[in-house]
């Protein structure tokens, strides 16, 4: 039922040979360039060496689909296609951006392809797809509960032929990056409208104009998440035109109803090449190592452990198949439930998968002398990102209850 394309999987062998060739061999050294650098948040030379050689593979924006073919050299790939590809980005953490695939951009680069003019995309969707430029998607703020994005309290205000916004946004990923060029906001245009889902605009707001300030860097378990890092930023009296302006006014919610979709898929296919790493680590660890005498291998609560690993990320993986398949039959707006369950599932399955290759690794599954703990992190905070865990589920069940009772719930 999922067999891979033969596009798909030819992309999928010269990724996994890029990664064996170049990625692998080069995790000490990107760390050790991150760990020198005077600024976490400027571009690192290995980084820009690996992109080159990315582009020179034909492994350059795997994520761009069919529909707008025309802006990568493979044709477009469909979900199910992309998703072993972005499965084994997902096994080192940094990897994505050499591919140009990395969060937030391939959704930004989406939103400019779908919802932006021609002089928009000119501007910004060109650079990013070249990977010359880096943008941030920035909604949550730390005043209200942003779980609710109709709670947002950014304003954007017309005056003129300009837009004025003022507010806070927090955890905006890429905004602490030294080549990001362009911040997409949403903020409320119209608060007193009736139907609080046509009360947000976004706009784009370049960084660098004035009225817009980065006050710090913010973490996550202590992670910076550097180079790409996420920020909290304050807009004050700040300023665009008028044609800054992305779809109208009032169109904001849909605008991010559209974009988080594919973005959480995006998240979910990551986290189950960091699972199926830790996975493999663990194996190795459970033959390398004895306690009591015998292998790790050889005790009961090990193998179990295995096993259960084994099992959930299978399950991980057949789920997101069946969510990705359902989008390409059917589109994202057919398949709200399965990206829910998706969503809502993976990250906290993967989560506990990786938990478990940290305790059999001991003290060191702590640090950073392997990738579990990061890939950790990155499970955790994937539970909030495009909206926590519950709104999803508070959704994906008012909607099961209704398909299944035939009453409104």
């Given at each position: 039922?999922y067999?891979?394309?033969?596009?798909?999987?030819?992309l999928?062998?010269?990724?996994?040979?890029?990664?064996?060739?170049h990625?692998?061999?080069?995790?000490?050294?990107?760390?050790?360039?991150?760990h020198?650098?005077?600024?976490?948040f400027?571009?690192?030379p290995l980084?820009?060496?690996l992109?080159a050689?990315?582009?020179a593979a034909?492994?350059?924006?795997?994520f761009?689909?069919?529909?707008?073919?025309?802006?990568c050299?493979?044709g477009?790939?469909?979900?199910a296609?992309?998703?072993?590809?972005?499965?084994v980005?997902?096994r080192?953490i940094w990897?994505?951006e050499?591919f140009?695939?990395?969060?937030?951009?391939?959704?930004n680069m989406?939103?400019?392809?779908?919802?932006?003019t021609k002089?928009?995309?000119n501007k910004w969707?060109k650079?990013?797809?070249?990977?010359?430029i880096?943008?941030?998607?920035?909604?949550t703020?730390?005043?209200?509960?942003?779980?609710?994005?109709t709670?947002?309290?950014?304003?954007?205000?017309?005056?003129g032929?300009e837009?004025?916004l003022?507010?806070?946004?927090w955890f905006?990923?890429?905004?602490?990056?030294?080549?990001t060029?362009?911040f997409?906001?949403?903020?409320?245009s119209?608060?007193?409208?009736p139907n609080r889902?046509l009360q947000?605009t976004q706009?784009l707001?370049?960084?660098?104009?004035?009225?817009l300030r980065?006050?710090r860097p913010?973490?996550?378990?202590?992670?910076?998440d550097?180079p790409?890092?996420?920020?909290?930023?304050?807009?004050e009296?700040?300023?665009?035109?008028l044609?800054?302006?992305l779809?109208?006014e009032?169109r904001?919610?849909?605008?991010?109803?559209?974009r988080?979709?594919p973005?959480?898929?995006h998240?979910?296919?990551?986290?189950?090449?960091?699972?199926?790493?830790?996975l493999e680590?663990a194996?190795?660890?459970?033959?390398s190592?004895?306690?009591?005498?015998?292998?790790?291998?050889?005790?009961?609560?090990?193998?179990?452990?295995i096993?259960?690993?084994?099992?959930?990320?299978?399950?991980?993986?057949?789920?997101v198949?069946?969510?990705?398949h359902?989008i390409?039959?059917q589109?994202?707006?057919?398949?709200?439930?399965m990206?829910a369950?998706t969503?809502?599932?993976?990250?906290l399955?993967?989560?506990?998968?990786?938990?478990?290759?940290?305790?059999?690794?001991?003290?060191?599954?702590l640090?950073?002398?392997y990738?579990?703990?990061?890939?950790?992190?990155?499970?955790?905070w994937?539970?909030?990102?495009?909206?926590?865990?519950q709104?999803?589920?508070?959704?994906?069940?008012?909607q099961?209850i209704?398909?299944?009772?035939?009453?409104?719930a």
């Open positions: 039922m067999q891979n394309s033969e596009k798909s999987q030819q999928l062998e010269r990724l996994n040979t890029f990664f064996d060739q990625i692998y061999p080069n995790e000490e050294a990107y760390a050790r360039q991150l020198a650098a005077e600024n976490r400027a571009p690192l980084m820009e060496e992109k050689k990315a582009k034909g492994l350059w924006n795997l761009v689909p069919p529909s707008h073919e025309e802006y050299d493979h477009g790939l469909t979900f296609e992309y998703a072993p590809l972005c499965e980005m997902g080192v990897s994505p050499v140009n695939c990395n969060a937030p951009d391939t959704g989406e939103v400019f392809m779908n919802y932006a002089d928009q995309q969707l650079p990013l797809l070249n990977g010359e880096r943008s941030s998607y920035a909604m703020e730390p005043q209200v509960a942003s779980s609710d994005a709670n947002v309290e950014t304003s954007i205000v017309r005056d032929d837009w004025v003022n507010g806070r946004k905006i990923t890429g905004a602490m990056n030294e080549r060029r362009i997409i906001v949403m903020g409320k119209d608060p007193s409208n889902h947000q706009v707001v370049p960084k660098g104009t004035p009225g980065l006050i913010l973490t996550t378990l202590g992670y910076d550097a790409i890092g996420h920020a909290e930023l304050v807009f009296n700040c300023r665009v035109p044609e800054n302006v779809l109208g009032g904001g919610f849909e605008i991010a109803q559209g988080l979709g973005g959480r898929m998240h979910c296919m990551r986290l189950i090449g960091a699972g199926q790493r830790a680590l194996c190795k660890r459970a033959v190592r004895t306690t009591f005498g015998r292998q790790l291998s050889k005790h009961q609560s090990v193998r179990e452990d096993s259960r690993m084994f099992s959930e990320i299978e399950m991980a993986r057949l789920l198949l069946k969510t990705c359902k390409d039959q589109g994202v707006p057919a398949s709200v439930d990206i369950a969503k809502t599932t993976i990250p399955l993967i989560q506990n998968v990786i938990d478990r290759a940290m305790q059999m690794h001991g003290a060191g599954g640090t950073e002398d990738c579990m703990a990061e890939a950790f992190n990155y499970a955790r994937c539970r909030q990102a495009d909206g926590p865990d709104v999803h589920q508070m959704a994906l069940g008012k099961i209704e398909r299944y009772s035939g009453e409104k």
